[in-house]
């Protein structure tokens, strides 16, 4: 079998940025977050907010999308990104042990905010922080030393750096040329939700390219998303310690 990356991220993360990113490499078969359309949109959906008749796709599970992963890897090297929590009940060693790990973390401030405007009535459980978390701390006690963690506002800070860091924490080739690219891609191609109306912005991208760091303030914004971000900042805080500068 072939390596397979994980990217293991959270909603709202810069994470499909960076997944268009290896996706300019031409050296991996990239997968836009498999496990999480089955866990939304398969045969049998495990998302808190799921009603009758809301999209299912039959034959579509957890374990067929691992099926498919694996046979993509017995064909050349896979890169996903992803978020544990769809997963977190599959968590064994072995399982695990497929995956080279990496971890991209985000502001909390900045992920739920944009969750809200999003998708107003998001279920807690659909975050991921505690969940990101404790993978990277079992992933720690498993292998003996903590998988590479790049934090989304370094990231954008200084792209080039930071891939390239990425590339050597997880073992692949640094490729300079991936970071930039023509406007008017379409990452909703490769996207299962919403016809990818999140990505828009992506869209009309030439790259990854320094922005300078901004802030978000909870001031204004409702009781309901300061109590989840109050309970998600320490989770972010803890891997926060890890991550490559």
């Not at 499909?16 to 496990?35: I, K, N, S, V, Y």
């Not at 900045?110 to 993978?135: C, H, N």
């Not at 869209?203 to 998600?232: C, F, I, N, W």
């Amino acid at each position: 079998m072939h390596k397979i990356v994980a990217l293991w991220a959270v909603p709202r993360s810069t994470s499909t940025a960076f997944e268009w990113m290896m996706r300019q490499r031409g050296d991996m078969d990239c997968l836009h977050e498999p496990f999480g359309e089955a866990w939304y949109q398969g045969e049998d959906p495990l998302w808190p907010r799921f009603r009758e008749g809301d999209v299912t796709t039959p034959g579509l599970t957890l374990e067929s999308v691992w099926d498919d992963v694996r046979a993509r890897a017995a064909k050349g090297p896979v890169f996903l990104k992803d978020f544990p929590h769809y997963i977190n009940h599959m968590w064994t060693p072995e399982f695990l042990s497929h995956f080279t790990h990496a971890f991209l973390i985000r502001d909390p401030a900045k992920t739920i905010t944009s969750m809200y405007d999003k998708w107003p009535d998001f279920d807690e459980t659909e975050v991921g922080f505690p969940e990101q978390r404790a993978l990277f701390d079992l992933l720690t006690a498993l292998n003996g030393t903590a998988p590479p963690v790049i934090d989304s506002d370094d990231l954008l800070e200084n792209p080039e750096h930071m891939v390239a860091k990425f590339c050597e924490g997880v073992g692949i080739p640094f490729l300079k040329e991936a970071l930039t690219w023509e406007p008017g891609g379409d990452p909703s191609a490769h996207s299962w939700w919403d016809g990818g109306s999140f990505h828009a912005n992506l869209a009309k991208s030439t790259g990854l390219t320094p922005q300078k760091r901004r802030y978000v303030s909870l001031e204004d914004a409702p009781e309901r998303v300061r109590r989840v971000h109050r309970r998600m900042k320490p989770h972010y805080d803890h891997l926060y310690q890890h991550r490559i500068t």
